[in-house]
Structures are given as C-alpha cells and as structure tokens.
C-alpha cells in the first residue's frame, strides 16, 4: 500500500515551510532543475520522472535532476506532486551522524527515506555511458517511487549513488517486475550486476532487488538495446543463513589526492575469530570519485552467517597496507548466500554510506591506518 494520505498534514521543511517549489537554476527536459548538493556514491547511476496519485486519480509527478558534488551524499532525484505535495529531494549527510543500524529481517511495511543504486557495467567495448539512468518501483500500476541517477558508468567500473525518497509501500505488493530501471539516452549502457539498495525511517539497510549476468543492453535506440529492464526482488536477509560471498561496493571521495594505489585488507573479526580476509590490491581502482564492485568467495568450510557475527561482537575492518592516503566517499559490505550467480538473500553487514573515519594511510601524519565498521 502506497500511505500519502498518511503525510497530509506534515511540512517537509524541519523548521518551517519552505519555498520548496521556487527553483533556482536551468529547468531542463521535464522540469529538470540544478541545485547545489554535497555527495554521490558513484560506480551506478539513479535517475527518473514519473506520475505519483491523488484522491481523484490526478496523476503529476515532476522529476528533478541536481548536479551533486562527487563525494556521496545523493541527489534529489525527483518530485513527486499530490495532495499536500509529497515529494523526493536531495539530502546532504554529514560525518558525524548517527551510526546506521543494520537490518537483517524486513517487516511488511516498508518506509524508504533513502534509495541507492549499485552497479558495475560490463567489460566490453563501448559498454560504459553517461546518460541519465531512471529507476522505477511501481505497485498496482502505480510508481510510488521514481528516482534519476546521473553520473558516468564506464566500462568495467562500479557505480554507486544514493538519493532521498519518502515513500511508504507494503512489501508484500511487490511482484518482480515491480522495479525497472530503464536509461534516458541512446548511448547504450551495458550492465553487469544491479542492486538496488533502501534506508528506512531507522537508518537500517534493506536490499531491495537485483540482477547479475545481465546481457542485455538499454538505450532508447531499439536497435541497440532494451529501453527498461526488470529488477528481481530479493527476499529478506536472514540471520542464520550462510554466507557463501562478501560484497563490497566502495566510492572514492572527490576530493584532491584521495585515491590510492596501495592495497587495502578487509577483515571481519570478532571473538578471537577471523571469519574473512581479503587483500585488496587496487592498483588504479581506488581513483578518485571513482566506484568500485568487489566479490570475494568464502570457502564452504568457512562459511559464517550474520548470527554468528552478532554472537562474537564481529566488526569489518579496512585497513591501509601503504603510506599512499585513501579517503573513501562511502560503502556497503553485504553478505551473499550463494557461491556464484545471482543470490536469494543479500546480508547487510556493515556501511557508511557516508564516510566518517576521515583519510587512511600507514603514515600517521596523513591518517589512520584502520577503520572499524560496526556489524
């Protein structure tokens, strides 16, 4: 179910309400407008314009695109207009907020402040695109959550990129041709693997959808590709399913010398027990504003599940294997329940999705050496 009524009496604006609508900027296509805005977790893409509902089936939704600065915080990616105006807009975290909390189960009503799309485009020629990419969630015929995604997703690189969304849904009415994700351009885009990512009212993460092995092409060209494909519905994390993959999907700040090319260690440790590591040796991947999609197996015998992390009071750890700083835009670490192909459950285990652990590096003038993330 799709709750606007719910919102009739609530202003959007925290201290007062504002001029919301009074846009300033270039409007463009569908009443595209820029605004300024801190942030984007790059290596995807989100993106799109839509129609919300009112009490008498008018339907009008304005998508609004905001040129952000590459450093992940989101960009508002649409508007949506019924009654009392309920809408999409761009939100800039700031480090210092609250420690996100992670959720392993998802109930059936679902209230998604935050969407991110992640990505990693195929290794073929002209596989990688810098048109608009749009995402869609429809229920009942209805798109309760439309969002755009801008930046460049090139060839054999990951995307990564969040916007804000309030919307309300029942989970139960998603089938999986419920959210496509379709691109604005004809410059044809080829996709690998999508995940589409929530953040409820609570800051917990809820894996929504996803596809790897794609094959398919979209552009608006049909002799090139598909306009939209479907996203598959993934089904809710569980605590005591095992762990047969780790997936980490990382953006670099945009910032002047944050990348690196010295290699990373991922570990997730707890009670004397190390129950993955993984070096990462980045060379060019960890380049600035870039995004990066990283799967490492987990070997049978090995296998863990968010239970067993919980019990040892487990935590990630990334930490710097050289002198040459790195100061990341943001991240996600999830746990996969299948050794290969697309997986049933995607385990959220730890994120900042805006980076607070400031620069990493061995040389203690230029930043610390490991960061901890809370599982």
Excluded: C
Excluded at 8 to 36: K, S, T, V
Excluded at 115 to 129: I, M
Excluded at 276 to 293: E, M, P, Y
Excluded at 300 to 324: C, Q, Y
């Amino acid at each position: 179910m799709f709750h606007l009524r719910l919102y009739r009496g609530i202003h959007f604006d925290q201290r007062r309400p504002g001029a919301f609508e009074a846009f300033a900027g270039n409007f463009l296509r569908r009443i595209n407008a820029e605004f300024a805005a801190a942030g984007d977790f790059a290596g995807g893409v989100v993106e799109h314009v839509g129609r919300a509902f009112g009490e008498n089936a008018v339907a009008l939704q304005v998508g609004v695109g905001a040129e952000a600065e590459e450093d992940f915080a989101g960009v508002v990616q649409a508007l949506r207009f019924a009654p009392r105006a309920k809408r999409f807009r761009e939100r800039s975290l700031t480090p210092g907020a609250d420690v996100p909390r992670i959720a392993a189960t998802t109930g059936s009503l679902m209230d998604i402040p935050f969407l991110t799309l992640a990505a990693l485009t195929r290794n073929t020629n002209d596989a990688g695109s810098g048109d608009r990419l749009n995402l869609t969630i429809n229920v009942g015929g209805i798109d309760v959550a439309v969002a755009e995604f801008v930046a460049d997703h090139p060839r054999s690189r990951g995307y990564l990129r969040r916007a804000e969304a309030v919307v309300s849904f029942q989970t139960t009415s998603l089938t999986d041709s419920s959210v496509r994700i379709g691109t604005r351009g004809d410059d044809a885009w080829a996709p690998q693997r999508i995940l589409l990512i929530g953040q409820d009212s609570r800051n917990r993460v809820h894996p929504i959808a996803m596809e790897t092995d794609l094959t398919q092409w979209l552009s608006t060209d049909a002799s090139e590709g598909a306009l939209t494909i479907p996203l598959r519905l993934l089904a809710p994390a569980q605590l005591n399913t095992p762990i047969r993959r780790v997936l980490l999907v990382v953006r670099t700040a945009n910032e002047d010398d944050a990348g690196t090319d010295d290699p990373v260690q991922l570990q997730i440790t707890g009670s004397g027990t190390i129950f993955f590591s993984q070096a990462i040796n980045t060379q060019d991947d960890l380049d600035r504003g870039k995004s990066n999609w990283y799967e490492f197996p987990v070997v049978a015998a090995s296998a863990f599940t968010l239970s067993d992390l919980r019990n040892a009071h487990a935590e990630a750890t990334l930490t710097m294997l050289g002198d040459d700083a790195w100061l990341p835009g943001g991240l996600f670490l999830f746990g996969l329940d299948t050794a290969s192909g697309r997986p049933t459950q995607v385990i959220p285990l730890a994120e900042q999705a805006v980076w607070r652990d400031g620069w990493l590096s061995t040389d203690a003038d230029e930043g610390r050496e490991v960061a901890h993330l809370h599982i």
